[in-house]
């Protein structure tokens, strides 16, 4: 079965300071990774994606997320982060190899809440 | 915003009471979702429609009837429902559903209690 962990539940950054949201996963076969992004009274909006190739992978707003295969991790950063980046981040996998049932699903972590003060 | 567009956006019924939630995208999209939003819970699958074939049944209480009629039209049939089954309800659709590379791109969900 694949597992999404986001370790914390909540992260307060300050205006300016690079941010990081942390994921691990996981997954039978090799990882499609997602992250995205769900601001109050809206939908998840999707903010980018791992699925082979680089390792750092670029996004919408100036975000982007690191694969490490050997640690498991696909990482959500930003070099300098907005007070309207304020938000609830999912990070999210599917493996490439079917499983049966449920190999159709994505499986999301339990969100970070993201809080970036003026 | 994302081509997925959801109605009605709240909605209170009763314990008794039947009711629907709409959805629609506007992607060309060949694949739909529900998914449930609880608080402090990670997001939960209900039904995936492939090419509108359900392809998938996550266990749902059969409270809760899904209905694909064309690949840009998703409904949830709401009867019975439990104060328990209050949450934000989210569409989403995705090229394929098939097609494990493909991102979901989610409507802005319908917030529902029962009373």
């Known amino acids: 079965a694949q597992s999404v962990a986001q370790p914390e539940d909540q992260v307060n950054v300050a205006e300016g300071n690079p941010l990081t949201v942390k994921c691990t996963y996981s997954?039978?076969?090799?990882?499609?990774l997602f992250w995205y992004v769900q601001y109050p009274n809206r939908g998840l909006q999707f903010l980018l994606k791992y699925i082979t190739g680089d390792n750092l992978v670029k996004g919408s707003y100036g975000f982007e997320a690191e694969f490490n295969k050997s640690q498991t991790s696909f990482h959500l950063k930003k070099p300098s982060a907005l007070v309207s980046d304020s938000a609830l981040y999912f990070c999210?996998?599917?493996?490439?190899?079917?499983?049966?049932?449920?190999?159709?699903?994505?499986?999301f972590g339990k969100g970070t809440k993201l809080s970036v003060i003026p | 915003e994302t081509g997925v567009t959801q109605t009605p956006r709240h909605l209170v019924m009763g314990m008794t009471n039947k009711k629907s939630l709409k959805c629609e995208q506007h992607l060309g999209h060949n694949a739909m979702y529900w998914y449930k939003q609880s608080a402090k819970k990670p997001l939960e699958l209900m039904f995936v429609?492939?090419?509108?074939?359900?392809?998938e049944n996550n266990s749902v209480p059969s409270r809760f009837s899904p209905e694909c009629p064309n690949s840009s039209h998703l409904f949830l049939h709401l009867h019975t429902l439990q104060p328990e089954d209050s949450a934000l309800y989210l569409c989403?659709?995705?090229?394929?559903?098939?097609?494990?590379?493909?991102?979901?791109?989610f409507g802005p969900g319908t917030r529902l209690t029962v009373t």
């Open positions: 429609y492939s090419l509108e074939e359900r392809v």
């Open positions: 997954v039978s076969g090799n990882p499609y």
């Open positions: 989403a659709s995705s090229q394929d559903a098939r097609g494990s590379t493909y991102e979901q791109y």
């Open positions: 999210a996998v599917r493996g490439d190899a079917y499983s049966g049932a449920g190999s159709y699903q994505l499986t």
